[in-house]
């Protein structure tokens, strides 16, 4: 015991500490969400009144069908991109080391700077429209920053290149692990490579397709920064999201019960994600061990 004292140290207590600071603070958003509280909390009891309140405002509204919007459209596109680029990886072509590189460097960057860098490239008097008028071609037209209609899939866009290639290493690993006797025995009867991926890699790939979906689920449900970087929202309020209305109820409306309750609302969607995939992986280690 004295032995593994520096592991326990080192390991244990800052993962205790860290879930502590969660459970605690979890607890007191949720209690602040059921009081009047305004500019500072306050006791008192509001029942369901802030909750209420957060779901039939616009701004909530308008916030979720974009998180509807968002999710799907980023996970799927997010999922496909870095698939194809892990199968294009999976080749051995020349420069893979660099190609892999680049695929991977959008993780470091952060998310402000994304959505700063995009917001400059699709604004249409400074970026890509502009680039194109001053090529000759006076009639095209690339301002979805600035369209309320198709505002949202410049997030879209700014989000798939940021976290591709997180789905494509993942994918790639998985590419990779694949038992190669598989691979052989399905040429050996004839298989084209379509056909090889079809029927004997890709079924092979579902746990860490599993994984990659939830993760970026996550990332969807509680993105801020990109969304705050690249169109604040805006045009208007056609690009909100759950994590701009609780932003804007607590620090600029001062209305810290009902960005509390938003809060919980978004812990609430987060959670609708996250408890079915542990009880998929806690059903799928307890058939692993009895096999």
Do not use: C
Not at 113 to 130: A, H, M
Request: avoid cysteine.
């Amino acid at each position: 015991m004295v032995r593994r004292l520096p592991e326990v140290l080192m390991i244990w207590v800052p993962l205790l500490l860290s879930a502590a600071h969660l459970v605690a603070f979890s607890i007191w958003t949720i209690w602040i969400s059921f009081t009047p509280s305004t500019l500072v909390p306050v006791t008192g009891w509001v029942g369901l009144r802030n909750y209420n309140a957060v779901l039939a405002s616009r701004n909530w509204q308008i916030a979720f069908d974009n998180l509807l919007l968002f999710g799907v459209a980023f996970v799927l596109l997010s999922l496909m991109t870095g698939l194809l680029l892990a199968i294009l990886l999976d080749q051995r072509i020349r420069g893979e080391n660099v190609l892999r590189s680049i695929f991977l460097y959008p993780l470091a960057v952060s998310f402000v700077v994304t959505g700063t860098v995009w917001s400059w490239l699709l604004n249409p008097g400074l970026g890509i429209q502009k680039l194109v008028h001053d090529l000759g071609w006076t009639t095209f037209r690339f301002d979805w920053l600035i369209d309320r209609d198709m505002a949202i899939w410049t997030i879209v866009i700014a989000a798939i290149w940021q976290s591709s290639g997180f789905a494509m290493a993942l994918f790639l690993a998985g590419l990779r692990s694949v038992d190669a006797d598989l691979v052989k025995a399905a040429q050996i009867d004839g298989a084209g490579p379509l056909r090889i991926y079809r029927r004997v890699i890709l079924p092979t790939l579902w746990p860490i397709t599993i994984t990659v979906i939830v993760i970026q689920l996550q990332f969807a449900i509680s993105t801020f920064d990109l969304v705050r970087a690249l169109t604040n929202g805006g045009p208007g309020i056609a690009t909100q999201l759950p994590a701009l209305v609780v932003y804007d109820l607590m620090f600029q409306r001062s209305l810290l019960g009902r960005g509390a309750a938003a809060a919980v609302l978004m812990l609430l969607i987060l959670l609708a994600v996250l408890l079915p995939y542990a009880a998929w992986r806690y059903i799928q280690r307890r058939r692993t061990n009895h096999a």
